[in-house]
């Protein structure tokens, strides 16, 4: 079993920056695809970024540009740095990630990210 613990998220000005970090209870050489999902209120939980056990990344239109997610595999522990925060980026973020071996897939709880105008 693996578990997934997110944290970072909190309140931030529109245009400021916010680091989540996603700590695995595992080695993250065990996992595949590592990613950052976020839902909204009244909305489907959406895809923001994604990053290979390679190291090949993927991002939503949305947040191309701004975001980036990286991951050190020595430390277990997957981030996501956010960059010139929108209002519209306000969400709760949830880490996400696939084992190698079987891709059983597993959810963190959760952070709240909520960015003001």
């Known amino acids: 079993q693996v578990q997934l613990v997110e944290s970072g998220g909190g309140l931030v000005q529109a245009g400021g920056s916010l680091r989540l970090s996603c700590a695995a209870s595992?080695?993250?050489?065990?996992?595949?695809?590592m990613a950052w999902y976020r839902q909204a209120p009244g909305k489907q939980r959406e895809s923001v970024a994604a990053i290979t056990r390679g190291g090949i990344t993927n991002y939503a239109g949305s947040v191309k540009g701004r975001f980036t997610i990286s991951r050190d595999n020595a430390k277990n522990t997957v981030y996501l740095q956010m960059n010139s925060l929108k209002p519209e980026d306000t969400a709760v973020y949830y880490c996400?990630?696939?084992?190698?071996?079987?891709?059983?897939?597993?959810w963190g709880q959760g952070t709240q990210v909520t960015v003001s105008s």
């Open positions: 595992g080695s993250l050489f065990s996992m595949n695809t």
């Open positions: 996400y990630g696939t084992k190698y071996s079987d891709s059983e897939g597993f």
